[in-house]
Structure formats: C-alpha cells, structure tokens
C-alpha cells in the first residue's frame, strides 16, 4: 500500500467521532452553552406568538452578558432557532414563529412593516 495511503487509512480509524449526537452539532453546543441569553423553558413552544416575543424581551433585557441590544439578541435567538429547525418545522409552527418575530418588534417599539419589507428587499423611494 502506498505510505501517504496507508496515513490517510490510519487516521480514519483512529478518529473517534462523539458519540453522542449533541457533541457533534455546533448548534446544539451554541444552544447550550451560549452567553447570549438565558432563555425561559418552552419558550418556542407556546402557541401565542405575543408570549413568545414578551418571553425573549423579558430574557434579553434581563441578560448582563449579551454583546449586543435586547433587540439585536431576542431576534437573533429566535432566527437562530428558525434556522436551525430547518425543514423540521411545520408550516404551522414556522407561522406562529414567523408572527412572534412582527410581535417582538412591535414589543421593542420598531416599525413591523418596515422591517418585512426590509426582508422582502424591498427599498422606499
């Protein structure tokens, strides 16, 4: 067998991968172990969107250790968690998901239309 083949061939099987499916994924080490926000238990389970956003507000506000505003971080965990469901989510949950992110912004008193249209791509004048 070819030296630098042989290497390759050793090194595969001397690398362990985790076992556990956890220690694999970054996101789910971002989930645990982030210093962004201290989040409720449930909060992206609750049915009602206004609950969903209050809950972020409240826990990005409480946060000593977010680098950047209460807004910045509650949108960027609840996007975090939108992006990493994926295809997982269901169109009905991505719904109430997608509505919590208007009710966030109405909660820190930003312009919700603006913001959709932000996103859309959409430019003024």
């Known amino acids: ?3 630098a083949r042989a290497h390759n061939v050793q090194s595969r099987e001397t ?3 985790p076992s556990d499916t956890q ?5 789910a080490r971002v989930t645990r172990e982030s210093d962004a926000l201290d989040l409720e238990a449930g909060v992206f389970s609750l049915a009602d969107p206004k609950a969903i956003a209050r809950s972020l507000k409240r826990s990005a ?3 000593t250790r977010r680098k950047s ?4 971080s509650a949108m960027s965990m609840l996007t975090f968690y939108m992006n990493r469901a994926g295809s997982s989510l269901s169109a009905e949950r991505r ?6 992110k208007v009710e966030l912004r109405r909660e820190f008193g930003r312009s919700p ?13």
Do not use: Y
Not at 95 to 100: E, G, S
């Open 15 to 17: 690398h362990k991968k």
């Open 23 to 27: 220690d694999r994924l970054w996101s």
């Open 61 to 63: 506000q409480a946060s």
């Open 69 to 72: 505003g209460p807004f910045q």
């Open 95 to 100: 719904a109430v998901l997608d509505q919590a």
């Open 113 to 125: 239309e603006r913001s959709v249209q932000k996103e859309r791509g959409v430019r003024n004048g």
């Open 1 to 3: 067998m070819n030296p």
